[in-house]
């Protein structure tokens, strides 16, 4: 099964900073499991949602200050903490900062938040790779389109649209 962790994007700064949202439904599939009568988000899907986000913002971030088309695979999660259980019926927010970035990966800090609160937070490090997928590519680029509708990014004019294009991103 395929898990697509973020409903939208709602600030997008490639290679820098952004935020996205996901709306917790009791229908999620995971609840049937984890766990019967009591549903909680497993951890480690917050954690993919956060790393889904700051994915995309190291490969864009690259692509448009290089050209090169990367994908980027989580290597490692530092200090993972979970502070309070993800429910049925809450609006999570990962908010992703851009640490670092070189040649051969980068590093983002990463977070989740309810309404404020604190959820999970961890440092996230990914390594880059070359691929040559023009199928994988245009389905990422689309996913992105959708996920970026309404989103905002910073400029010298102010806010606009964010460039999407036939951005090959892939994570």
Known sequence: MRFLLIDRI??????????AVKNIALSEDFFDDHFPMKPI???????????????????????????RRIK????IIEKAKFRAPALPGDRLEYRAQVVSVNEMGGKVAASARRENELIAECGLVFSFHQFENPDLE????????LWLQGAGTASDSGTSRPEIGASPLVH
């Open 138 to 145: 245009k389905q990422r680029a689309e996913v992105l389109a």
């Open 41 to 67: 988000m497993p951890g480690v899907l917050i954690i993919e949602g956060m790393a889904q986000l700051s994915g995309l913002l190291l490969e864009e971030g690259v692509r448009l200050d290089t050209g």
């Open 10 to 19: 709602t600030e997008w700064h490639p290679g820098r900073c952004g935020a």
């Open 72 to 75: 980027a695979l989580m290597s």
